[in-house]
């Protein structure tokens, strides 16, 4: 089965810098990948996805790479804002259901 | 536009109590819905998921069941409720064109 995963459990990061959040899966069969934000107590909120077919997809101040040789993808978000303090998920799927990885808790600090 | 509806946001129930969650999607058909839950300080883990009215797809053997009664309606429930059954349970939907949207979750906590 699929197995998603985070390198890293906490990122610090001061507001301005830009910030990087990268994330490994397993299953080679995996053809969506998506990254999800979630605040305390709050259901996941979509922030970006990316098909196989594609290397890197940009949003407003986000920008997912895929690279399929590693299976590697990651999250890098511009100019950091203490608005984007929370856990990120990414998510991997072959099928109908979604794999995500543990998480990785991000911190801006002023 | 497509929104969904996920009740109640927080519920204490005694061991060995019913449970039942409910969750509503508008504005789309057909589409495929979930049931994830996650533990604290954890990631989700799919329990089940469903493509059509009857049909349901478990991902992990456990205390719980699911039900999809209506096209838009799926249901959580259990008969039993043990302690390792609390978590925040999310509902989710998607659809052809559509990424996968997540309701607001309810915490439950078996006491």
């Known amino acids: 089965g699929e197995s998603v995963g985070l390198h890293l459990p906490t990122l610090s990061v001061q507001e301005g810098d830009n910030s990087i959040i990268n994330c490994a899966y397993s299953?080679?069969?995996?053809?969506?990948f998506i990254w999800y934000k979630q605040e305390s107590g709050k259901g996941p909120q979509f922030i970006i996805d990316?098909?196989?077919?594609?290397d890197k997809r940009q949003g407003q101040r986000v920008t997912v790479l895929l690279n399929k040789t590693v299976k590697h993808l990651s999250l890098q978000i511009a100019a950091t804002q203490p608005g984007d303090s929370a856990v990120y998920f990414c998510?991997?799927?072959?099928?109908?259901?979604?794999?995500f990885g543990k998480g990785t808790s991000l911190l801006v600090t002023p | 536009s497509q929104t969904i509806h996920q009740w109640p946001a927080t519920l204490v129930q005694p061991v060995g109590s019913p449970l039942s969650l409910e969750c509503t999607v508008e504005g789309t058909s057909n589409p495929n819905l979930y049931w994830y839950r996650q533990a604290a300080g954890r990631g989700l883990q799919l329990l089940f998921y469903s493509v059509g009215i009857g049909q349901i797809s478990s991902e992990v053997p456990q205390n719980l069941s699911a039900s999809r009664p209506q096209d838009r309606q799926f249901i959580l429930s259990s008969k039993k409720l043990l302690l390792s059954d609390s978590g925040f349970y999310l509902c989710?939907?998607?659809?052809?064109?559509?990424?996968?949207?997540f309701g607001s979750g309810t915490r439950l906590t078996v006491v």
């Open positions: 299953n080679s069969a995996s053809d969506y």
């Open positions: 990316i098909r196989s077919n594609m």
């Open positions: 989710a939907w998607s659809g052809q064109l559509y990424g996968y949207t």
């Open positions: 998510a991997g799927s072959s099928g109908y259901a979604l794999n």
